[in-house]
């Protein structure tokens, strides 16, 4: 299966450590549970970051890289609708952080694909860096400059 993130920097593209939602958190993960939250479409991967930009202070580069993901179906959970809290689009929804923290810490799962709040029709997969062979079945196979298209931030301003 072939993933995508976008990173900022060259660097950072690589880095596939979950450090950046360890730190931070995210929609799925509280601070201090390791997470890489990827997106199983480019343009989903992308969608995704330019949600979260101010359009006065526009990343001058973006990095967008692909990643292998070699194991079998088992190891991706897709929770079924059900599973998903109420209201679990609205952002810094505890609910949401609660149950993706409970996914990566029992960790029998690889990842889990979950619908992106921004298109969901699409899916974003929360990858676990602390499942057992991690770094042996998660792989980087490319990392590409990506240009900011200016249209899209215009988009955004409204």
Known sequence: MLLYRIAKSKQRATDLSGMGAYTYGGRWNSPGTYML???????LAYLENLVHFDSDIIPPKLYITGIEVHTEPALLYTPPEPVYPKQWTRLGHLENKRLGDRWMQEARYLGV???SAVNPKEYNCLLNPIFPRYHDLVTVVSVEELPVDSRLIRIKMG
């Open 37 to 43: 939250y990827t997106s199983e479409n480019s343009s």
């Open 113 to 115: 694909r979950v619908r």
